[in-house]
């Protein structure tokens, strides 16, 4: 069972930035795709940004041109730099991942870690 733990969430100034990191306990290399989803209140989970073991992305409409996700496979860990964070941003922020050989949508989860967009 591959363990998924985020961190790096908090409140932030909207125009601020802030970047969330994903901790996999197992090497990253062995996952096809690691993404990030997030949930705000009342709200269904939607994908804000996905990536490939081949390092390939894919963005929401509403984080493209203001997050970056990116891999570290020596820290076997993913990031979701996010700028120019907005209000609408606020959500619980999750980690996701598929194994290699999956045919799931997605495997892992993480429990979530809070972003909060406000002045």
């Known amino acids: 069972q591959v363990q998924l733990v985020e961190s790096g969430g908090g409140l932030v100034l909207p125009g601020g930035s802030l970047t969330l990191s994903c901790a996999a306990s197992t090497s990253i290399s062995s996952l096809s795709l690691m993404g990030w989803y997030r949930q705000a209140p009342e709200k269904q989970r939607e994908l804000v940004a996905q990536?490939?073991?081949?390092?390939?992305?894919q963005y929401a409409d509403s984080a493209a041109g203001r997050f970056t996700i990116s891999r570290d496979t020596t820290k076997n860990q993913v990031h979701l730099r996010m700028t120019n964070l907005k209000p609408d941003d606020t959500a619980v922020y999750y980690c996701?991942?598929?194994?290699?050989?999956?045919?799931?949508?997605?495997?892992?989860w993480g429990q979530g870690t809070q972003v909060t967009v406000s002045s």
């Open positions: 996701a991942a598929r194994a290699r050989a999956s045919t799931n949508p997605w495997d892992y």
């Open positions: 990536i490939t073991r081949y390092d390939n992305t």
